[in-house]
């Protein structure tokens, strides 16, 4: 479940936007309930990769998506 390309663009890798960018994120994926449903199907199943193009290790979309699973 990745991010819009909007959201991506706009946080563009800016430390100080990292709350908000999760906040934004996490609403999308709120509104996303089939590919919710789809993750969780998965994660079911078995292992569960996240993937991320970030050279940052903490402030980019898969762990963003794995604090917002851990909720």
Do not use: C
Not at 9 to 27: L, R, T, V
Not at 38 to 62: C, D, Q, Y
């Amino acid at each position: 479940i990745s991010p819009s390309h909007e959201l991506r663009k706009w946080y563009a890798h800016d430390h100080s936007k990292w709350e908000e960018f999760k906040q934004k994120y996490f609403s999308e994926m709120n509104q996303n309930q089939e590919a919710l449903t789809e993750f969780r199907e998965k994660t079911s199943i078995g292992t569960v990769t996240f993937l991320f193009s970030s050279k940052e290790l903490k402030l980019n979309n898969a762990y963003a998506l794995k604090e917002f699973i851990g909720k």
